[in-house]
């Protein structure tokens, strides 16, 4: 583990949240100066971070992270101008 010292400022990039009826909300804010191969990299983090957590193999969490984008379960909605994206 990486530890930085000092005082650092941040911006959330990624949320998901969990409403009352179980239907998951993944908000997504778009930055300045980034790209889809930065957010591939924080996809690639969070699908390590979830192999971990769950103590499972990366295969096992990216087997089931292919069958979602293969057959996605779950409608994408963008909001215009926020720079928010809903799923």
């Known amino acids: 583990m990486h530890i ?3 005082v ?5 990039i990624l949320r ?3 409403e ?7 908000h997504i804010t778009l930055l300045d100066g980034y790209n889809y191969h ?5 996809i690639a983090d969070i699908i390590h971070h979830t192999s971990v957590a ?3 193999p990366v295969d096992d969490v990216c087997e089931w992270v292919n069958k979602e984008l293969n057959h996605p379960t779950t409608d994408i909605t963008q909001v215009v101008g926020l ?3 809903k799923f």
């Open 38 to 42: 930065h957010y591939g990299l924080l």
């Open 83 to 85: 720079g928010i994206v």
């Open 20 to 26: 009352d009826d179980g239907k998951i909300h993944t």
């Open 4 to 6: 930085k010292e000092g």
């Open 54 to 56: 769950f103590d499972v």
């Open 16 to 18: 998901c949240d969990k």
């Open 8 to 12: 650092t400022m941040s911006q959330e």
